[in-house]
């Protein structure tokens, strides 16, 4: 009997752990059995395998090989253990010597012609791995720029079977290092704020949005400037730290949408997805593997929602839980998943059906006007920080040319301010305004009382509900930070309530 074993990494999300291959040689009747809570795709993989190995030129083992994958308790899917599978069998036949594969990490799919092809979650795979111990990794060649991001990890890429084989022997060194994968080009720079004709109301809504990380409702016309607003927002918020942007990183090699022209997602993302989009893109899920829907592919950045009346109620109200919580979580009969979502929600919205630029032209009837912003629904919309409302472009702003504040400038104002932040929440999980509880902030500040009394008239009135009072708060601490003052002042209570309720600033 011959009995070698290599390691892979399942994947649980973006939570990984090693998985031990094993693979035994014994006597009897040819065949290879595959055990471990496996699913179809690792299952057929003894048939990828073996005709991979046969076409790399290496005799397939004429003996009853069983692979055994453990923990036998974690689910295990797709094609990323094909690599690891494949050597456990060679070095149980002594192609290769044990000692060699046994302190590695091997993630990878194998074509039948011996090509070793790239799989998703390759970062979240190796980071794993590195907290558990493990220090070398071999990864499909276009895998290799991802990986290179597990610091810590020694890290080759593997073009061919063949190629890992003859390393592995010591024969020859075929294998690629990180600094021999293509170099990235640049990535596209943001479409610039300053492009955005008038609208000072909605600018100082966005910059307020962006300091204090509020989610953000647009109400205007077509062509008011609410897509391109949502747009910019990106290029005015600071760049992730290094541990959001490892996240962020993860969550789309996880989704398969890692994008080819970098590594390393450095910038907060801007998802946007059509009205018509199902519950499980927008929240997360799927058949049999549960993928990461657009709330989390927003982690770190921005979900844009245009023409939000137009989605279905029931995806919207999907909404109110991660962006309370920063995660959501997806679950089955048999297991559940948790994914980050700490996003930055914008909406944007028309006024009325028919979308007229003034009210005279409108056509629609008043229940119609009444029933199409209703189908944003009152719990969803109280979790909405700001909300503005944008009115037609003014001709004489189109025609005189003239542009407003680039993204560079009011970057630079949302950075300080969220730096300010950062020291005000300094010791504690939070950054941001729009992170912090509301007990919290209510024991840090209190407003005064000619502020208090103007609070509590809106509370009476109905304008605020108890969840709209904390919020409000949050926005006079973002107006200070954007200041540079220390509390908030009166002229910050009430921009924020004029934020808050919608009001002409």
């Not at 253990?81 to 456990?88: K, N």
């Not at 007229?356 to 008043?366: E, F, H, I, T």
Request: charge should be neutral; proline fraction near 8%.
């Amino acid at each position: 009997m011959a009995l070698a074993r290599t390691w892979a990494v399942g994947l649980d999300g973006i939570v990984g752990g090693l998985v031990a291959v094993e693979a035994d040689l014994a006597a009897g009747l040819p065949g290879t059995t595959v055990i471990g809570m496996v699913d179809a795709a690792i299952s057929q993989a003894r048939d990828r395998v073996r005709a991979a190995v046969q076409n790399s030129g290496i005799r397939w083992p004429d003996r009853r090989i069983t692979l055994a994958l453990s923990p036998a308790s974690l689910r295990k899917s797709g094609a990323g253990y094909d690599v690891a599978l494949a050597v456990a069998v060679l070095a149980a036949a002594g192609v290769v010597p044990v000692n060699a594969v046994e302190a590695a990490v091997f993630v990878g799919e194998l074509g039948l012609d011996g090509q070793v092809r790239p799989v998703r979650g390759v970062l979240p795979s190796l980071l794993a791995a590195r907290d558990a111990g493990r220090t070398a990794a071999f990864v499909a060649r276009d895998n290799l720029a991802e990986a290179a991001l597990a610091e810590g990890m020694t890290v080759r890429g593997v073009r061919t079977l063949t190629d890992l084989i003859g390393y592995l022997r010591g024969d020859d060194d075929n294998l690629l290092r990180p600094h021999d994968a293509d170099d990235p080009p640049v990535g596209r720079t943001p479409p610039d704020l300053a492009d955005v004709v008038g609208q000072p109301e909605a600018r100082t809504a966005l910059e307020v949005a962006a300091a204090g990380g509020h989610h953000l409702l647009m109400i205007g016309p077509p062509g008011a400037g609410k897509s391109m607003l949502a747009n910019r927002l990106p290029g005015i918020l600071p760049p992730l730290a290094t541990r959001e942007s490892l996240e962020v990183t993860a969550l789309y090699s996880v989704a398969g949408l890692l994008p080819d022209d970098v590594p390393l997602m450095s910038t907060p993302p801007f998802v946007d997805p059509h009205h018509s989009a199902s519950m499980a893109s927008i929240v997360g899920g799927g058949t049999g593997t549960i993928r990461p829907g657009s709330v989390s592919l927003a982690h770190r950045g921005v979900l844009f929602l245009d023409e939000a009346p137009e989605f279905a109620r029931r995806v919207m109200d999907s909404l109110r839980q991660p962006m309370e919580d920063g995660s959501v979580l997806i679950a089955r009969s048999t297991h559940a998943i948790r994914y980050p979502a700490r996003f930055q929600l914008v909406l944007a919205a028309n006024p009325c059906p028919c979308a007229a630029a003034r009210d005279l032209d409108c056509s629609c009837p008043g229940l119609a006007r009444r029933t199409y912003l209703a189908r944003l629904s009152g719990p969803l919309l109280d979790r909405v920080d700001i909300r503005v409302d944008l009115p037609p472009l003014d001709p004489a702003s189109l025609m005189s040319g003239e542009r407003g504040e680039a993204s560079a400038t009011v970057a630079h104002r949302v950075r300080l301010a969220r730096e300010r932040s950062a020291h005000r929440w300094r010791g504690t999980p939070w950054r941001c305004a729009a992170e912090v509880p509301g007990p919290i902030v209510r024991r840090h500040w209190r407003p005064d009382r000619a502020e208090e009394d103007l609070l509590e008239r809106a509370v009476r009135t109905g304008r605020l509900t108890g969840r709209g009072y904390d919020r409000v708060l949050r926005l006079a601490l973002t107006s200070a930070d954007l200041a540079g003052r220390p509390t908030p002042v009166n002229q910050d209570v009430v921009l924020a309530l004029a934020l808050r309720s919608g009001e002409a600033l």
